[in-house]
T-cell receptor, first 113, second 116 residues
Framework: DQQVKQNSPSLSVQEGRISILNCDYTNSMFDYFLWYKKYPAEGPTFLISISSIKDKNEDGRFTVFLNKSAKHLSLHIVPSQPGDSAVYFC????????????FGTGTQLKVEL | DTGVSQNPRHKITKRGQNVTFRCDPI?????LYWYRQTLGQGPEFLTY????????KSRLLSDRFSAERPKGSFSTLEIQRTEQGDSAMYLC??????????????FGEGSRLTVL
């Protein structure tokens, strides 16, 4: 039972263009959503998050959008840079869950020159 | 500022042997989590501690797995009678209870287990 889904295993974009990574969830109890970035042989590192009381959160080149009615969130990276090439995981948590995160399967982003 | 530290980074063992992984969290963090990640999948929750108390265990955690955090500082994850299906990256993470700013977990670099 995959409660957090990332349906695109991979995405390739050109440097300078926008990268859009998508994530869907099924559990209505989730009220906090995070994106993590992972390079090979390293642990995931936190990128950006959003609470369910918001529909947008921006941090520099990274923006996360949340559509609660559709149970969908997306991560926009503008402009994309070669150093952004990594696996991106969407994660969700529920209040009272001890900050326990449920992760999606990840999207491999490749930013080409 | 030291991050989450995990040892060993890579362990190769024969089926049926026992293995133990250690995690040292960020010092002021009172919550510690263990996750497992296999190829092509996201990290899967195994268990978490608040201080020394183990508050939740996933049904993924069979009886062969045991985790401890004896003094509320470092933690160990032991796998007894390893099976080839246990081959995975074991990730440790920590957080501070009440860290409401982002709710993020800070991950270590992981311990990769290969069972032959």
């Amino acid at each position: 039972d995959q409660q957090v889904k990332q349906n695109s295993p991979s995405l390739s974009v050109q440097e300078g263009r926008i990268s859009i990574l998508n994530c869907d969830y099924t559990n209505s109890m989730f009220d906090y959503f995070l994106w993590y970035k992972k390079y090979p042989a390293e642990g995931p590192t936190f990128l950006i998050s959003i609470s369910s009381i918001k529909d947008k959160n921006e941090d520099g080149r990274f923006t996360v959008f949340l559509n609660k009615s559709a149970k969908h969130l997306s991560l926009h990276i503008v402009p994309s840079q070669p150093g952004d090439s990594a696996v991106y995981f969407c994660a969700a948590s529920a209040t009272g869950g001890g900050n326990k995160l449920t992760f999606g399967t990840g999207t491999q982003l490749k930013v080409e020159l | 500022d030291t991050g989450v530290s995990q040892n060993p980074r890579h362990k190769i063992t024969k089926r049926g042997q026992n293995v133990t992984f250690r995690c040292d969290p960020i010092s002021e963090h009172n919550r510690l989590y263990w996750y497992r990640q296999t190829l092509g999948q996201g990290p899967e929750f195994l268990t978490y501690f608040q201080n020394e108390a183990q508050l939740e265990k996933s049904r993924l955690l069979s009886d062969r797995f045991s985790a401890e955090r004896p003094k509320g500082s470092f933690s160990t994850l032991e796998i007894q009678r390893t099976e080839q299906g246990d081959s995975a990256m074991y990730l440790c993470a920590s957080s501070r209870r009440g860290h409401i700013n982002t709710g993020e977990l800070f991950f270590g670099e992981g311990s990769r287990l290969t069972v032959l």
